[in-house]
């Protein structure tokens, strides 16, 4: 009896064995740990065909799966620059940012100039907020040669963290030059210029960045009009809203933002034609108490009276939802 229940379960884990490899084969993602012969079939793999296969369970959002495979790798390998990034940026993914860090670290006492473990280790630390130290990382990222051009993109931002806006905006310039067809440079530049103070080069930035993107340039637009609000050129912010409303035409910030700028530029009527679009597809607080100070202007006391009280009422309404 025994010997028959010992080769029913032989068949049915052979079965599973085949299942998963199949599965596999398709493409199909099976999470770390579960059923047997995977850890093997993974031993019999390549360290290419192991990365590959990491790369694509951290794509599908299978951490579990990634960092079983990584650590194969790294047993066999433990120089393997792939397999640490991956590791950590599963590890990253599953909120073990000690544990991502300490990774590198391990990573970084075999290879002591491998440039993306420096790269990955200055990202992480940059999301938990430790600037100084995340700027050491890049340093050493880029001391390195770092293949990754963005390590200057990323570098710039701690930069602008840090306050150190010209050392941003050098960054930037640098990350340009090596990728000059990226509208995203100019923008990110723009930034960095806007920061240190400097609204009319951050102007200029931006609207290179819009001549290079014909037909998905409303992101540039909005921030180019949140300059020409700062610098009060109104009538240039009021042409750059207005672009932007003829792709996004149900934006109701976009209506706001547009009659703010209209009643800045002395077109009260135009204004609340505005404010009225904007409370129609979303009658927020805000756009409420913007239309109320208006109406005052205009002399309709009584219309202004009753947008301060809708005003108060979403206040309160939602002060409830947040209890």
């Known amino acids: 009896m025994k010997t028959i229940e010992s080769l ?17 084969a398709q493409g199909w993602s099976i999470p770390a740990g579960q059923g047997p012969g995977q850890t093997a079939r993974f031993e019999k793999q390549t360290e290419e065909q192991l990365i590959s296969q990491a790369k694509l369970e951290t794509k599908r959002n299978n951490p579990e799966g990634a960092l079983q495979i990584c650590n194969i790798i790294l ?9 640490y990034v991956t590791k950590s940026k599963n590890l990253d993914f599953l909120n073990r940012d000690a544990d991502a ?38 340093n050493k990222a880029i001391e390195n040669h770092c293949p990754e051009w963005d390590v200057y993109h990323q570098r710039s931002v701690v930069y602008g963290s840090l306050k150190m806006h010209a050392r941003a905006i050098d960054d930037m310039s640098t990350y340009i030059k090596l990728q000059p067809k990226r509208s995203r440079g100019f923008q990110w530049r723009a930034a960095a210029y806007a920061q240190s103070g400097q609204t009319d080069k951050a102007i200029q930035d931006l609207t290179t960045a819009i001549k290079m993107s014909p037909g998905k340039e409303g ?32 934006d109701d910030t976009i209506w706001l933002k547009k009659g703010l700028a209209l009643s800045k530029a002395g077109k009260p009527d135009q204004a609340l034609k505005d404010f009225t679009e904007c409370i129609e597809l979303n009658g927020s607080s805000t756009a409420y108490l913007a239309r109320a100070d ?13 947008d301060r009280a809708r005003a108060l009422q979403l206040e309160k309404e939602k002060a409830v939802e947040k209890l």
């Open 219 to 250: 992101e540039f637009l909005l921030e180019r009009a949140e300059l020409y609000m700062k610098v009060k050129d109104y009538q240039k912010a009021v042409a750059d809203y207005a672009e932007t409303l003829k792709t996004s035409p149900l």
């Open 8 to 24: 029913l379960k032989l068949t049915l884990f052979t079965t599973l064995a085949q299942m998963q490899t199949a599965a596999l």
């Open 75 to 83: 047993k066999r390998n433990p120089k393997c620059t792939a397999a």
């Open 101 to 138: 860090l300490k990774c590198l670290d391990e990573g970084l006492k075999i290879l002591p100039q491998a440039p993306s473990l420096y790269r990955e280790k200055g990202l992480i630390l940059t999301a938990m907020n430790r600037n100084r130290e995340a700027l050491e990382a890049f």
């Open 294 to 306: 208006l109406l005052e202007k205009l002399g309709k006391h009584k219309e202004a009276a009753k």
